[in-house]
């Protein structure tokens, strides 16, 4: 464990906003989290094996290509009780992160880049004669999508608080992001994973993703980014082409417009009363289309179609008359707009962009609500409930259950302690669908640079005899 | 690049590649004229033309600099640079005009390394230049010029094409572009991924032919802000130190010449005080910082870009750490407490002044790095001119209590994309002078307290604020 430092340069944490920690936090603290269930819990349950062999990318020893200081390179963070965050922590092997986490018991851990020595190290380095600056070499790349960034559009809650109104807004970016980076840029080795409050993160390890520059970085995210603006710009989606980005195009008829009229729209009741439906009329450039909705709505004749949810009728009232008659392009525009407004993803654009970015652990816990950030499926995120996902009491309790039950029979066979309970499942999910096929190509391209290499050092001729 | 001691007054290379040694070109007749300046030319130049070469070529970099502060369009900078490469780097005789070009870049190298904002600065302005050239080639020595950098750029066969003809359509016909011939891995086009100009598949990008431009300047971009950070290590370790008599001081005068005032050094003795930023924030601030300034005592918190834009600038203004402290924990602690600010805040303020982490003494944000920044929810920085609305900012404008023909003249320049203009439009407005151009906050700051406050002078040797982004270089 290197030399403790206190945080350096002002890398913005992934929550910038931290005003609403207040009395109401307070009250989950006593059920939820603690620091002595936080000891237990990484003395017993954190997957420790399972995050290890992740972060070396098959750097084990047993290849002679491998890279023993790959992951002593790695740049952890913690932040330990009372917010003291420990910077630029790096370990030499498996048993001593482990013993270092449990040792600390940090509430929260964060994972940064690998850089080009030891962070621990790093001031040896800083001298201006030295030619090896510190700075970051490779790093995952990865997003953070925070349903804060979303309180503009949801009528249910705001701030840090979720619900099942407004999550299926997190299952659309998820699938919208997790296509797109399959499809379009070609990675395979994509873990999302819920972020324990009110979002999720998505890490992307192909070893291409780990690779690229900041810039590269930047222009990922661009790709990504729809949605413009803040309470001082009227439009937050504006689609000028003439036809959309084949990207966008699956976006929309894939999950942005199926989602909007079967969920969103229905959820936070987009179109009535009064005050809902007045933004998304905002959305429309055409006063005259504006008027004559106000009209038939503020009227409020519910009967017409009694059985069909009044959000549902309305849209249709206004898809239609937007896209009917010879209102032109920039009016057909408008209903994707309007649904691009309500459902594309809106990612936090600084954690992706740089290298050097923080980003917390998957399988860490939420000190304000004690649930484990858990892996999500993106294949099944649709049936992902947040307020289900095991919190850190919930699985203490389940591992006292399982061995009251099982004190009896002594049979000798170990069991670990993480499959008693429910966090078995997620780990099971994390090795089987993430990590093996992470590691089994993370091993072929150490082999292939070690016979690149050889092939190289056998060509160039030797002085030495 | 390396500039030997060969005798007083001539300088050469004892390591000879050849003369034309770099990667494409050659003074052959019609062979391309570009390059990507990856090997030093070894020839002998004599110290006037060390310096000339440098200064014509400046010339050129900083007209284009003026050129995109305007916001002109990439058609009409083409143009200009164009005539002012034909202007400044003319040679009386033709086949050393690529020896100019060679020469004066590796010159430039040298004096634009030494730190990153001019690292930055001068690779912005090659980049702009070096893809204006490329441009005005013939599809020729395009082609030629793409072979022989050795680019990853691959031809699609007929079968791939058809697969995907429908989709590459949607992009091209939405951007009156022909279809793509080739594709690329789609870490070369950075800028058209961000964009969305091309398609997109299995991390390949299909490229049309005249997108070119765009990987080409992006290899050049590349390499050359490697080359800068090498020649930085190698100019600290060892050159600066033997040239010290030499090229050291015409190399360290080439770039401050050049360069607009620092804001980051309080070179005028003025300083402000917490009194006074109610006022000053009133009469005196730039609309972005205003906006800032009003929301942060509106909401007792600003998000961290907003914190970093108006911090920085209260900085540069003349707002002295502990001032800061006072002012920031004043706005923050009423919707947090003064703990919370303390153990959350006060690092960041601190930070900024130099006092934590690497003691950096920060810079405050340029327009240019205002303007480019993208504001969230919740966010109020960036550039009013560029992010409002065109309702808000016409609200905001109204309240500074403008005639209605300037509040037009402004409205028409952010129309058009000329949001500095549109800056120094409003600055006329508010104080009733001329104003030659807004490329700072401070600088407007300044300015503003220039005309409201006659009598104070800020230091006498300080640079003239209307000369900035002029050559200040006595023309010979």
């Known amino acids: 464990m290197g030399q403790q430092q206190q945080q350096e340069g002002p890398v913005p944490m992934e929550e910038d906003v931290k005003m609403e920690t207040t009395a109401e936090d307070s009250r989950h603290l006593q059920h939820g ?82 850089y080009n020595v030891e962070p621990a190290k790093r001031t040896a380095y800083s001298g201006a004669g030295s030619d090896r600056v510190f700075s970051p070499v490779e790093r995952e790349l990865v997003f953070d999508i925070d349903m804060t960034d979303y309180d ?60 690229l520059t900041n810039e590269q970085r930047t222009s990922i995210t661009d790709y990504f980014r729809l949605y413009k603006g803040n309470e001082n710009t009227a439009k937050k989606v504006s689609l000028v082409a003439a036809s959309l980005h084949p990207s966008l195009l699956r976006a929309y008829t894939d999950v942005c417009r199926p989602f909007f009229e079967d969920t969103i729209l229905l959820n936070q009741s987009l179109l009535t009363p009064e005050g809902n439906y007045e933004r998304v009329l905002d959305l429309v450039p055409d006063d005259a289309v504006k008027t004559n909705m106000r009209d038939r709505w503020q009227e ?6 009694a059985r069909e949810d009044v959000n549902a009728s309305r849209w249709r009232q206004l898809k239609q008359t937007l896209e009917s008659k010879q209102k032109g392009q920039a009016l057909r525009r408008c209903v994707e707009e309007i649904v691009f407004s309500y459902t594309y993803p809106r990612l936090d654009m600084e954690v992706s962009k740089h290298m050097n970015h923080l980003l917390k652990a998957p399988f860490c816990v939420h000190p304000k609500t004690g649930r484990v950030c858990v892996p999500i499926d993106p294949q099944k995120c649709e049936t ?33 302690d993480l499959e008693k309970t429910s966090l078995g499942r997620a780990v099971h999910f994390f090795q089987t669908s993430f990590l093996d096929p992470l590691l089994q190509a993370s091993k072929a391209e150490v082999a292939a640079a070690y016979q690149e290499k050889l092939h190289e050092s056998a060509s160039r001729p030797t002085l030495n005899w | 690049m390396e500039f030997k ?11 000879s590649t050849g003369l034309y040694g770099t990667g494409v070109g050659g003074a052959g007749g019609g062979a391309s004229r570009l390059s990507l300046y990856q090997v030093a030319p070894c020839v002998e130049v004599s110290i006037e033309e060390f310096e000339q070469f440098a200064l014509d070529r400046l010339r050129v970099l900083k007209a284009i600099e003026e050129n995109r502060a305007r916001g002109r369009r990439l058609e009409e900078v083409e143009a200009v640079v164009n005539d002012l490469w034909r202007k400044h780097m003319r040679t009386p005789n033709a086949a050393d005009a690529h020896n100019k070009d060679m020469i004066s870049h590796f010159v430039l190298r040298l004096v634009y390394c030494r730190t990153e904002e001019l690292r930055r600065w001068f690779l912005g302005m090659e980049t702009t230049l070096f893809r204006q050239r490329f441009r005005s080639e013939t599809p020729e020595s395009q082609r030629r010029f793409m072979e022989e950098c050795k680019l990853p750029y691959k031809a699609i066969n007929t079968t791939e094409f058809e697969a995907v003809k429908d989709k590459l359509g949607q992009v091209a016909r939405s951007l009156n572009q022909p279809l793509p011939t080739g594709m690329v891995p789609f870490e070369e086009v950075p800028e058209l991924v961000a964009s969305r100009r091309v398609f997109l598949q299995r991390g390949n990008a299909f490229v049309p032919r005249d997108q070119l431009v765009a990987i080409v300047s992006n290899h050049f971009r590349a390499r050359l802000s490697k080359a800068l950070v090498l020649t930085n290590r190698k100019w600290t370790a060892t050159i600066a130190e033997e040239e010290k008599d030499r090229l050291t001081p015409i190399v360290e005068a080439l770039s401050t010449r ?27 601030f730039p609309l972005c910082m205003r906006h800032l300034y009003t929301k942060v005592k509106e909401d007792h918190h600003l998000r961290h870009g907003g914190r970093q834009q108006l911090g920085l600038f209260l900085k540069g203004a003349g707002l002295k750490l ?35 982490g690497k003691r950096t003494d920060y810079t405050p944000y340029s327009c240019m790095k205002i303007i480019m920044a993208t504001p969230g929810v919740g966010d109020h920085h960036g550039c009013p001119f560029r992010h409002f609305s065109q309702e808000n900012l016409h609200a905001v404008i109204g309240g500074l209590r403008l005639n209605a023909h300037t509040v037009d003249d402004i409205m028409g320049k952010v129309r058009n994309h000329h949001y500095q203009l549109a800056c120094a439009a409003t600055f006329e407005g508010v104080h009733g002078c001329q104003c030659d151009g807004i490329n700072h906050p401070n600088q407007y700051f300044e300015q503003s307290q220039k005309v409201l406050n006659p009598q104070l002078k800020s230091g006498g040797d300080d640079l003239d604020l209307s000369l900035q982004g002029m050559p200040v270089v006595p023309n010979s």
């Open chain 1, 33 to 114: 989290f603690s620091p002595d269930y936080l000891k237990l819990y990484y003395g017993r349950l954190f997957p420790f094996a399972e995050m290890y062999k992740w972060l070396s990318y098959g750097n084990d020893g047993k290849h002679p290509g491998c890279d023993p200081s790959f992951i002593a390179r790695r740049e952890f963070s913690f932040t330990l009780e009372h917010d003291i965050y420990l910077r630029y922590l790096s370990f030499h092997d498996a048993s001593e992160m482990e013993a270092t986490i449990r040792a600390k018991c940090p509430h929260k851990i964060d994972i940064g880049a690998v």
């Open chain 1, 152 to 211: 503009d559009i949801r009528n249910c809650c705001s701030g840090a608080d979720i619900c099942l109104k407004c999550w299926p807004l997190m299952t659309i970016a998820i699938k919208v992001v997790d296509t797109a980076l399959r499809d379009d840029f070609g990675f395979e080795h994509i873990l999302w994973v819920y972020s324990g409050r009110r979002g999720v993160h998505c890490w992307v390890c192909d070893a291409r993703a780990r690779r």
């Open chain 1, 300 to 305: 409020n004749r519910r009967s017409s179609a």
């Open chain 1, 384 to 416: 992902f409930d947040p307020t289900t996902v095991p919190t850190l009491s919930q699985l203490l309790n389940e591992l006292n259950e399982n061995e009251a039950k099982h004190s009896s029979i002594n049979n000798g066979s170990k069991t670990r």
């Open chain 2, 5 to 15: 001691t060969a005798t007083n007054r001539r300088l050469s290379n004892a390591a």
């Open chain 2, 258 to 284: 050049y360069l607009g005032p620092d804001y980051s050094q309080l070179k005028s003795k003025t300083t402000i005080g917490l009194q006074d930023l109610d006022s000053l924030a009133q009469r005196s």
């Open chain 2, 322 to 356: 502990e001032d800061a402290l006072a002012f920031w924990r004043a706005e923050f602690s009423q919707k947090m407490g003064v703990e919370k600010f303390d153990k959350e805040y006060s690092y960041n303020v601190r930070h900024n002044y130099g006092r934590e």
